[in-house]
């Protein structure tokens, strides 16, 4: 039997595990030897068979500890049925004091830090060990009032303390070793997760189309910062006859991190396939919702696509649930046009919405994570907040003014974690400096853009009654 715990912790071990295992048992063994010397040594006052129901219960307390470490260590005992042993060995240490001495319950010390052991948790060490040491002051007392006397002798506490200190130390050495060893493994697994993690989010950048794109007097810039490193939140574009910005598309899978990151791919490779084969965004939109529908586990998804036609500056809008855009040259305007999310309803039609954009406009397409960005109190930045920004910043180019934006969002959490993906978009059509049009002209131009921004077809009308006190915010 010494063999086997002897040689137990070699399995599966490193040569430092399993020389302070052998240490422990060794020390426990000389402390036991030693205790029984002590016992037997000439002149000891108190009766042979209190000092030998001392020692065998001292000894079951000690062939507990180990064997039952060692037991578990194989899986040949689970928590529930040490605890259970645990506690009849407990019973059978604390009717024994009241005749080798309450000096006995000293005993109880290695079996209190295994339970704590076992359930992970220190603090129930010490709950354990202030209730036990109440209810030996409660036996004490009574002893005292009821006149019971128990020839005890120093000898007898230095037995009980020795081998209580050598289990409780063994029970210590390989709690530590096991928890060195998980920690070691913990770290190991954590490095290997961030690793992969940072893979992803080398990968889900790469798929991402450019930042930046210009066409003329059309000119595109995009931003994404992700929750965590992988996220739900994508833009997306379609080159217009693959010859520059045509159409355009911000979306957002509910959800966060690694799940949302997946259905973002799967949606995103949905809409292009799509995107290539109509040109118009309502029907875009309608055939990527059908194809969603097809996927049973598939959950919901806002979505906002707008066509650029270069040729006559015209921006068709049709929305699946998603942020209203916002129309900025000079004042500001939402493009309020509602519809239900992506993989909701497979009959849902969506509207399509046009309008002929002025020199000098800039188009600001976001996600709800923009708003409700919060600072560490929980405060959210607003719409209020964003609106201010893009309207003091509306003169920079869309690189630079997402510099800006990002920035104030930045100032305005002050470190907080991020609880959802943030991601802008901006499209700007420039004015050319060599067009001659008077300032009168111009701002006609620009009064009849926004005239038409909310413009509904009478066809229409009904169905945004509905629609008109609801959020959009559907994620």
């Not at 020389?19 to 000389?30: C, D, F, P």
């Not at 605890?83 to 005993?107: H, K, P, Q």
């Not at 079996?111 to 076992?118: A, E, K, P, S």
């Not at 070793?177 to 290997?192: C, D, N, P, Q, W």
Request: proline share 4%; with cysteine; glycine share 8%.
């Amino acid at each position: 039997m010494l063999d086997d715990l002897w040689n137990t912790p070699k399995k599966n071990k490193g040569l430092t595990d399993v020389r302070l295992y052998q240490l422990a048992v060794g020390l426990a063994i000389v402390t036991t030897l030693l205790a029984v010397g002590i016992a037997l040594f000439p002149g000891n006052k108190t009766t042979p068979w209190t000092i030998w129901l001392q020692i065998g219960v001292a000894g079951l307390v000690f062939a507990f500890t180990v064997g039952g470490d060692n037991l578990t260590k194989q899986g040949k005992l689970d928590s529930r049925s040490w605890l259970i042993l645990a506690g009849i060995i407990c019973t059978i240490v604390f009717i024994s004091s009241f005749f080798a001495g309450d000096y006995l319950n000293i005993l109880l010390a290695p079996i209190l830090v295994g339970v704590g052991q076992r359930r992970g948790d220190g603090r129930l060490i010490i709950y354990l060990s202030l209730s036990t040491a109440g209810l030996i002051l409660l036996v004490h007392i009574l002893f005292l009032l009821v006149g019971w006397q128990i020839p005890q002798s120093d000898e007898q506490g230095t037995i009980a303390s020795i081998i209580a200190l050598s289990g409780v130390g063994l029970s210590l050495a390989t709690f530590l070793g096991t928890h060195f060893k998980l920690v070691e493994t913990y770290r190991e697994e954590a490095a290997s997760k961030a690793s992969e993690m940072e893979v992803a989010h080398d990968i889900q950048t790469s798929l991402m189309p450019p930042s930046e794109i210009v066409t003329g007097n059309w000119s595109m810039a995009a931003r994404s910062i992700p929750a965590r490193d992988v996220g739900g939140d994508f833009y997306e574009y379609i080159p217009y006859l693959d010859k520059g910005i045509g159409g355009i598309a911000i979306g957002d899978v509910a959800g966060k991190g690694i799940p949302a990151a997946l259905q973002m791919a799967v949606v995103r490779t949905v809409f292009r396939i799509e995107a290539r084969r109509r040109i118009f965004p309502a029907e875009t939109l309608y055939s990527v919702n059908m194809a969603l529908q097809a996927e049973r586990s598939f959950g919901m998804v806002t979505m906002l696509y707008a066509f650029v036609d270069p040729a006559t500056s015209t921006l068709h809008v049709a929305n699946a649930g998603h942020n209203f855009p916002i129309i900025l040259n000079g004042k500001m305007d939402e493009v309020r046009l509602p519809g239900l999310p992506l993989g909701i309803d497979d009959s849902v039609e969506y509207d399509e919405r046009q309008m002929k954009i002025a020199p000098g406009t800039s188009v600001i397409f976001y996600t709800d994570g923009v708003v409700e960005a919060m600072d560490a109190n929980g405060e959210m930045y607003g719409f209020e907040n964003f609106r201010d920004a893009i309207m003091r910043y509306q003169n920079l180019e869309p690189r630079d003014m997402l510099d800006v934006l990002f920035k104030e969002i930045s100032d305005f959490t002050q470190g907080a974690a991020q609880s959802d993906d943030i991601t802008v978009l901006i499209l700007q059509y420039a004015r050319v400096e060599s067009e001659e049009i008077s300032p009168e002209d111009y701002g006609q131009k620009v009064d009849e853009m926004f005239a038409s921004v909310n413009r509904v077809p009478h066809e229409e009308e009904p169905m945004l009654e509905g629609f008109e006190e609801e959020s959009v915010n559907w994620i």
